[in-house]
């Protein structure tokens, strides 16, 4: 089994290696994250959760269903095992979650986009299992974390993941007024603070409308 694996690892590293040099695979590029701008998850532009590696490394399934969802009807959320990976995972640990759409697939782990044919000759998936979009969202409908909503939706109705934005804007106004930052880190957070709808302008529980009197007292 040592002899497979270590031949499918080099195979898998010649191959991406190869295919990136050709172009055919290609990274996630700013004009892909902002093909989703206007588009709100939890509270965070969608091109957050897929840019941002606490949120995709080791969290495939997750990433990849935001980015089906994201993506809308004519995508697949995939599933299954990829033999490329058995000795970097280990045994066992070969799950894995991608994109497909229109011929390409997507993978939010490795943040790039292919052509399927490129994809599977070089991760070498395995027990597939494509979900379409519809059934998919059928699926986790009734669980609000999977609803995608635009930033109009978020200024007009009250919800948990309002929590999440006010901490956000708190914390990114707090990092701006009192920390020494990078040109980088600044432009970061003041675009980020731009993206979060306004607080204020949200529906809210009685009680959040009363801490916030309290806050601005």
């Known amino acids: 089994m040592k002899l497979i694996d270590n031949i499918l690892e080099y195979q898998f590293q010649h191959n991406y290696a190869k295919y990136k040099l050709d172009g055919i695979i290609k990274n996630f590029d700013e004009k892909f994250y902002h093909q989703f701008d206007g588009m709100y998850f939890q509270g965070l532009p969608i091109y957050h959760h897929l840019k941002e590696n606490y949120l995709t490394q080791g969290r495939c399934y997750d990433a990849s269903a935001t980015l089906g969802l994201a993506f809308g009807k004519e995508a697949f959320i995939c599933r299954g095992k990829l033999l490329s990976m058995s000795k970097a995972w280990g045994k066992g640990r070969l799950g894995h979650g991608w994109v497909e759409k229109g011929g390409y697939c997507y993978d939010t782990t490795w943040k790039i986009a292919c052509p399927s044919n490129i994809y599977y000759k070089v991760f070498k998936p395995i027990k597939i299992n494509k979900i379409s979009y519809d059934k998919f969202f059928d699926d986790c409908k009734s669980l609000r974390d999977w609803t995608i909503r635009d930033k109009e939706w978020y200024e007009n109705n009250y919800s948990s993941?309002?929590?999440?934005?006010?901490?956000?804007?708190?914390?990114?106004?707090?990092?701006?007024?009192?920390?020494?930052?990078?040109?980088?880190?600044?432009?970061?957070?003041?675009?980020?603070?731009?993206?979060?709808?306004?607080?204020?302008?949200?529906?809210?529980?009685?009680?959040?409308?009363?801490?916030?009197?309290?806050?601005?007292?």
Request: charged share 40%; no cysteine.
């Open 161 to 217: 993941a309002n929590l999440i934005i006010m901490a956000l804007r708190s914390i990114t106004k707090k990092e701006l007024e009192e920390s020494n930052l990078t040109k980088e880190q600044r432009a970061y957070l003041e675009k980020l603070l731009l993206d979060l709808p306004d607080e204020y302008k949200a529906e809210r529980p009685e009680t959040m409308k009363h801490f916030i009197r309290e806050e601005q007292q």
